[in-house]
């Protein structure tokens, strides 16, 4: 069974370039999370997805990233522009779950690693 | 606000004896509490997970136990094989959302 697919697995980019995170959930899986990951603030939850819907996107750092998912077996994570800050570990994880609970548990894919010069 | 927390960063353990991770949380709302296990270059795998209602979760070589009145579960791998060298990140939910510790770094010594 395909685990959580994401594309590329690094990225380095200069400041001011768009950059666009994909994800593949596992087929069947009703619910998408995006996260990201930094030494300073460990893993947080950026937004998720419960049948193709947004149903969180508090965790968005401002209007620059946004995400989208068209379809249930898609999903982007788009940041533009693009700056330093933005380097870290981008997860996008998956869950069997209609309502969300975590109590069906995520499975993550194994991230990309975003390098912004 | 980190409403969970992983106090020991590292954790150095001789194979074949018991590893015991530690982990704090603050949110009295939090019912559902989960144990991932990461690699190098991978995503955070799930390990282990607790409900509220029990104390106490067991598979395989993992234990978890949870103490709701002191706000504290621990993870315990018995016995250590050098496989179990990673970082480990506890979470807890009261819903949809993760609060993720900032991870403990397992050693396992030959």
């Known amino acids: 069974d395909a685990g959580v697919i994401q594309s590329p697995r690094h990225e380095v980019t200069e400041m001011g370039q768009e950059v666009t995170l994909r994800c593949k959930p596992i087929?069947?899986?009703?619910?998408l999370f995006w996260y990201r990951q930094t030494m300073m603030r460990g893993l947080e939850l950026l937004i998720y997805?419960?049948?193709?819907?947004?149903?969180?996107d508090s965790g968005m750092p401002e209007d620059r990233f946004s995400a989208k998912m068209p379809n249930a077996s898609f999903s982007t994570l788009k940041i533009q522009p693009s700056e330093p800050r933005d380097s870290a570990v981008y997860f996008c994880?998956?869950?069997?779950?209609?309502?969300?609970?975590?109590?069906?548990?995520?499975?993550f894919g194994p991230g990309t690693r975003l390098l912004v010069l | 606000d980190q409403q969970v927390k992983q106090n020991s960063p590292s954790l150095s353990v001789q194979e074949g004896r018991i590893s015991i991770l530690n982990c704090d949380y603050t949110?009295?709302?939090?019912?559902?509490f989960l144990w991932y296990k990461k690699y190098p270059a991978e995503g955070p795998t799930f390990l282990i997970s607790?409900?509220?209602?029990?104390d106490k979760n067991e598979d395989g070589r993992f234990t978890v136990f949870l103490n709701k009145s002191a706000k504290h579960l621990s993870l315990h791998i018995v016995p250590s094989q050098p496989g179990d060298s990673a970082v480990y990140f506890c979470?807890?939910?009261?819903?949809?959302?993760?609060?993720f510790g900032a991870g403990t770094t397992v050693t396992v010594r030959a």
């Open positions: 994880a998956s869950s069997p779950s209609t309502s969300g609970r975590a109590k069906e548990t995520q499975y």
């Open positions: 087929s069947g899986h009703n619910s």
């Open positions: 997805f419960n049948n193709n819907v947004p149903i969180d």
């Open positions: 949110n009295s709302m939090f019912d559902y």
């Open positions: 607790i409900s509220s209602i029990k």
């Open positions: 979470a807890a939910t009261s819903d949809y959302k993760l609060s």
